[in-house]
């Protein structure tokens, strides 16, 4: 399913985000990259300050861009 949506490009210049659109080449370090998850020399949820579903992203990205958030994940 498509949804058209509106970024508010004024807060996220505020917050120096950079967005990319488009297809990431990022298979060839996926193995590399579970492993330091496995291994416990990457732990990504030590940066995740919020989790929220694509029905809640208005709401949680409001939110990331005013607050001190580092890092929100959405979820299907």
Known sequence: MHRRGAVGL???YMRNITVHIGRS???T???EVLDLIA???LQPELVTTDVATFDEAPAALR????SGALKTVLTA
């Open 10 to 12: 004024q807060g996220l």
């Open 25 to 27: 080449h990022i298979r």
């Open 29 to 31: 370090y996926v193995p």
């Open 39 to 41: 291994t416990g020399r």
């Open 63 to 66: 939110e990331f861009c005013h």
